[in-house]
């Protein structure tokens, strides 16, 4: 804030500045809150945009950041402007160790959707002191940010499960985390929690850590059965089988930002899986396997069915190993998932390297076609 009565000299002229009254004193300070807040905004926004345009090449969601950068500008106006004042301001230096840590690009743009938000609050509240639409038009602001948040992180879920051709389904384990870590370690980007048995606190503490786990590594986490579950630890989405939670539900339940996957056994499974809006589908069992003590082999010529007509991503799975994941790829998968290989393995990152390696390689058949 100025001194109450001051001279200044300007040219070698001494001039007498009229004190502020209180009323303008604290417009003032109202003013320098708006500019650094509008800033604050400005830079988040700038910082989300770039990972729109150049990290997801997303038009759209790189488009609304900049609408919302020029809506922002609108409100920055000159006498808005004139009251900055960064030598004076004594948080210029503040800083918390938080900001200096950023794990990967999640953390870096959760991070910054956090400072958007924040600052958008400070000028919905201060902005009612100076205008009061100003008030109004970032509340509007605050929402659309919120939305623009869901549909990123959405959207960069989605583009991981899309990425990911090896699909880790954990069974009970004394070294469970141990055994996923390895496997995270070996590049495994999608994991399901399944535990049949476990009791709803041992499931709630397993599963929490090991989303933490895997978030950690970039990869996603998925819990097997239980949308209550996915819900209450915050997973990336859900797996559910013909006699769990129908889709329709599960999606009222998670919104359309979350995963949701189907098991599947047949063709009709399949399309209807589609048509009830699964994300991904699990096509199997390809073999007999006692994990699914049981179930009738579907074999490989639903591989090739799956290979033909699903429009989305599908994990072959059911009895495959490092010895047979090449029959299931030259049927035509893409993608797999397995339990007991990666949970009995003794070597969980060397398998993994492997299994990647093979589900990587270039199809012969591709190789002609390109050629
Ligand atoms: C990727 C994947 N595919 C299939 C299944 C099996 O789900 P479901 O039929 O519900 O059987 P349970 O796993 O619940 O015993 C799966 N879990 N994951
Ligand atoms: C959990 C599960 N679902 C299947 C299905 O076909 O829906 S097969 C299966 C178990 C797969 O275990 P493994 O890799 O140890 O054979
Ligand atoms: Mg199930």
Redo the contacts with the bound molecule.
């Keep these: 804030m100025k001194e109450a009565d001051y001279y200044e000299s300007t040219n070698g002229v001494v001039v007498m500045v009229e004190p502020y009254s209180q009323k303008e004193q604290i417009q003032q300070v109202v003013y320098r809150i708006l500019d650094a807040n509008l800033d604050r905004t400005r830079e988040g926004l700038r910082i989300i945009e770039e990972w729109c345009r150049f990290g997801l090449n997303n038009v759209q969601l790189a488009g609304e950041c900049k609408y919302l950068r020029q809506e922002l500008a609108k409100w920055h106006t000159a006498e808005i402007r004139a009251a900055r004042d960064t030598v004076g301001d004594i948080g210029t230096e503040l800083s918390h160790p938080q900001e200096e840590q950023r794990s990967g690009i999640k953390s870096l743009l959760q991070a910054n959707f956090c400072r958007v938000q924040e600052a958008l609050r400070v000028l919905e509240e201060y902005g009612k002191l100076h205008n009061l639409n100003m008030g109004k038009a970032f509340k509007q602001m605050r929402y659309r940010v919120y939305t623009l948040e869901s549909n990123l992180m959405g959207y960069q879920r989605h583009q991981l499960l899309w990425r990911s051709h090896l699909y880790l389904?954990t069974?009970p384990s004394d070294t469970l985390l141990a055994t996923v870590e390895s496997a995270l370690k070996g590049g495994l980007t999608l994991l399901q929690y399944?535990d049949k048995n476990a009791d709803d606190t041992v499931r709630l503490e397993q599963a929490t850590k090991l989303r933490q786990l895997c978030h950690a590594y970039g990869a996603l986490f998925i819990m097997n059965d239980r949308v209550d579950l996915a819900l209450a630890i915050d997973a990336d989405g859900v797996h559910l089988?013909q006699q769990d939670m129908p889709i329709a539900m599960a999606r009222q339940l998670l919104g359309p930002q979350k995963i949701i996957g189907r098991?599947?056994?047949n063709s009709e499974e399949m399309q209807k899986a589609i048509t009830d809006g699964a994300d991904y589908i699990?096509?199997?069992?390809?073999?007999e396997?006692?994990?699914?003590a049981g179930?009738a082999a579907?074999g490989l010529e639903y591989v090739r069915y799956a290979a033909q007509n699903s429009p989305i991503p599908w994990f072959a799975?059911?009895?495959?190993?490092a010895n047979n994941i090449n029959d299931v790829i030259d049927a035509g998968a893409e993608r797999v998932?397995?339990?007991?290989?990666l949970?009995q393995a003794e070597q969980p990152t060397l398998v993994t390297q492997y299994l990647l390696s093979q589900l990587n390689r270039v199809k012969p058949q591709q190789e002609s076609i390109q050629n």
Excluded at 282 to 287: E, K, L, Q, S
Excluded at 289 to 292: E, G, R
Aim: glycine share 16%; aromatic share 4%.
């Design positions: 389904v069974s399944r089988g098991s599947t056994t699990g096509v199997g069992p390809i073999y396997t006692p994990t699914k179930k579907a799975i059911g009895g495959i190993d998932a397995v339990v007991r290989s949970m």
